[in-house]
């Protein structure tokens, strides 16, 4: 499966579970800031990928948990070394370079962006 | 009022799906709010006639033991108006269940008739505390909703 083939896929599902028009699920776009998902929402949408593409998505490995509550890995309203290291880790498929700039926890919703999605689903349709 | 909206439960397969009936009477005092001259059944009241039949259904899936909350009407369509008089069926089944969640499908019956469906999904809030804390009796399985699906489970284990 081609990376054009999973976009246009992760895009129908963003459709359908955010209620969206087509043209607003751009690589980009960002869940909870630019298309509007709220906590629910993440799982709804594990659900529907998992359906879409027949792959299994355990829990915390697309959107990890258990971070932000984590006093080692925030200080200050900002992931310490040790939390950006650990969400590095667990979050191979997303991009930090905005994020490293300025890691506060309210922004860490720039990593969620549909392209995300796409590079985790590639690791998972490849394998 | 009680705030029950289905009457009965006509099948119920545990873990799988079910069908409720609602009898619409113009005896039930918010027909007559909506509206006086012309009473039609809300839409909102069958969401939520089908929130409690698939909430049952999600409910009895882990035996009363998780606080089923409604968390998202993924889809909500109707097509036509239910009046006195008419009988309602909700038909679901569950489409997917975790420790977190479950998501249903279903349909709205009319007189044996589609005229909607409402997708939903629900949340098991103690699997999702994100730091919240909740009372520790289950109070979304209240006597009534559990007594509604009894003879079923009681059939089972004849």
């Given amino acids: ?127 | 009022m009680r705030w029950i909206w289905i009457d009965r439960f006509k099948e119920f397969e545990p873990g799988k799906r079910a069908v409720a009936v609602k009898n619409v009477s113009l005896a039930e005092d918010h027909l007559h709010d909506h509206w006086d001259a012309f009473p039609i059944m809300p839409c909102s009241l069958m969401v939520e006639g089908m929130a409690q039949t698939a909430g049952i259904l999600v409910g009895q899936a882990r035996d009363f033991k998780e606080k089923v909350i409604l968390a998202k009407v993924a889809k909500a369509q109707f097509d036509e108006i239910v009046v006195p008089g008419d009988q309602i069926e909700y038909h679901t089944e569950i489409e997917h269940v975790t420790p977190d969640a479950a998501v249903t499908k279903g349909s709205v019956m009319r007189n044996g008739e589609q005229i909607g469906t409402v997708n939903l999904m629900f949340s098991h809030i103690d699997q999702n505390l994100a730091g919240q804390e909740f009372p520790e009796e289950n109070f979304v399985f209240t006597g009534q909703f559990e007594r509604l699906v009894a003879p079923f489970l009681e059939n089972d284990d004849a």
Avoid at chain 1, 15 to 44: H, N, Q, R, Y
Avoid at chain 1, 81 to 88: C, F, S
Wanted: without cysteine.
């Fill in chain 1, 1 to 127: 499966m081609t990376e054009t083939e999973v976009f246009e896929i992760v895009k129908e599902t963003l459709v359908e579970a955010l209620a969206l028009d087509d043209d607003e699920v751009t690589a980009g776009a960002t869940l909870t800031g630019d298309l509007g998902a709220e906590s629910i929402d993440f799982l709804d949408i594990v659900f529907r990928l998992e359906k879409s593409f027949d792959i299994k998505i355990p829990r915390g490995e697309l959107f990890p948990d258990n971070i932000v509550n984590n006093p080692d890995f925030v200080k200050d309203g900002s992931l310490t070394e040790a939390g950006m290291a650990e969400l590095k880790a667990r979050m191979p498929h997303a991009d930090f370079t905005d994020f490293e700039q300025n890691p506060d926890i309210n922004n860490m919703g720039e990593l969620f962006t549909v392209q995300t999605i796409v590079n985790y689903v590639m690791t998972k349709v490849a394998g």
